[in-house]
């Protein structure tokens, strides 16, 4: 069983929001294990990336695991929390409403391209909220490179039953947790069937199939600090590194090391 940590909660930090002369801008936080951004919303989208560490991302009745090979587009107006999983450099780009790269008020997971974690280590370095041609410059083309970045489809949605909340909570802190729905409907006060049908109501999969997206989202902060295979497939709860291949060959049609070779 996992230690727990003391989480520090921050708020969010005013200034530099971004205008009309200065539609991109960041406000770069380097933060620690025991940090956490409690809810909150701003009239602007964020890109949320962390150059380095790895986040979790609550929006939208729904939880991703964010390493630095990826990051999430949140819509204006779109209530979320951060929470750090590991020591993170926090590099949150603000950008006006009117100029959002992409259409409608959701969320989505991106594969942040070489290109872009470029013009994000050179946003930081510019003045603030200075206008200027380099800003202008860097901008238009992270606006345009963003437009063009991958979407990752890896997501999991979370319920409003408060016993499915509990059940879902502690899977999500430890994705490795072998019981079965019977022995967790044991521990929130629920019968199996009662859990099995909120799943199906609440997420629209079942326990298997929402516990599967919990661990692939897992996986990728493991991949992403370097963790062999066996060790991931040891952490997530698998028999053996080629169940788990095997699972996400199936999820993605191809192997772990394809997937991540070109992130």
Do not use: N
């Amino acid at each position: 069983m996992p230690i727990p940590i003391l989480r520090h909660t921050l708020l969010p930090v005013a200034g530099s929001d971004p205008t009309a002369q200065r539609p991109v801008t960041m406000i770069a936080r380097d933060l620690d294990t025991s940090d956490s951004l409690s809810p909150h919303s701003h009239p602007w989208g964020q890109l949320t990336h962390a150059l380095d560490g790895v986040l979790r991302v609550i929006a939208a009745d729904s939880s991703w695991i964010v390493p630095p090979s990826r990051a999430i587009w949140i819509a204006p107006g779109v209530t979320h929390s951060v929470t750090m999983l590991q020591p993170t450099r926090l590099r949150p780009v603000r950008i006006l409403a009117e100029r959002s790269p992409f259409a409608g008020g959701g969320c989505r997971v991106l594969a942040v391209s070489p290109l872009l974690r470029e013009l994000i280590v050179a946003l930081e370095q510019l003045p603030p909220a200075e206008p200027s041609p380099r800003a202008a410059m860097v901008a238009e083309l992270m606006l345009d490179e963003l437009a063009r970045c991958e979407t990752r489809p890896i997501r999991v949605p979370l319920p409003r039953d408060k016993r499915l909340q509990a059940l879902c909570a502690s899977l999500i802190d430890e994705p490795g947790a072998a019981h079965t729905l019977a022995a967790w409907a044991r521990q929130v006060g629920a019968s199996e069937r009662t859990l099995a049908r909120l799943f199906e109501r609440e997420l629209a999969m079942t326990f298997g199939q929402w516990r599967q997206q919990v661990r692939l989202a897992h996986a990728a902060a493991l991949i992403a600090r370097g963790l062999p295979l066996s060790r991931v497939a040891e952490e997530l709860g698998y028999a053996s590194q080629s169940a788990f291949s095997q699972m996400f060959r199936k999820t993605f049609g191809c192997t772990p090391s394809a997937f991540f070779a070109a992130r």
